[in-house]
């Protein structure tokens, strides 16, 4: 495996991702923005099926959530209020993919994105 992820002493221990990944890998791997395409309007399913397509693009890599150093996800009018459904999405891609990994991740609010239906974004950089 070329990424080792870390919680530093002193840094809060989050259950969903890590703070650090450190790579050792030679080839990186970016991924575009990945999004819900069944035209469910549920937030938590459309990050399921957004992390599930993350999960995809990186198979066609030859690579896996555990290769993953950073995730962004970019949510329409976040709210603290959504944190329990975005987790919930989340658990339900990694019951359906049997990946586990948790890499650094960042979470950004926006006010739209391409379309109107499109309520998540997941981006994702990994290195093998």
């Keep these: 495996m070329a990424v080792t992820l870390i919680n ?3 840094l809060p221990e989050i259950d969903v991702y890590h703070h650090v990944a450190v790579a050792t890998g030679t080839k990186s791997i970016h991924l575009a923005g990945q999004v819900d395409w069944s035209g469910d309007p549920d937030f938590a399913k459309q ?3 957004a992390y599930v397509n993350v999960h995809t ?3 066609a890599a ?3 959530f555990k290769d993953l150093v950073h995730v962004r996800v970019y949510a329409v009018d ?3 209020d959504l944190m329990p459904e975005l987790l919930k999405g989340i658990e339900n891609a990694m019951t359906r ?3 586990t990994a948790k890499p650094p991740a960042t979470l950004i ?3 739209a994105l391409d379309i109107p239906e499109h309520l998540v974004e997941v981006e994702a950089t990994a290195v093998i």
């Design 97 to 99: 993919t049997g990946e």
């Design 78 to 80: 976040w709210t603290q």
């Design 62 to 64: 030859n690579a896996s």
């Design 8 to 10: 530093p002493a002193g």
């Design 47 to 49: 990050v399921e099926n």
């Design 109 to 111: 609010g926006v006010a």
């Design 57 to 59: 693009a990186l198979k």
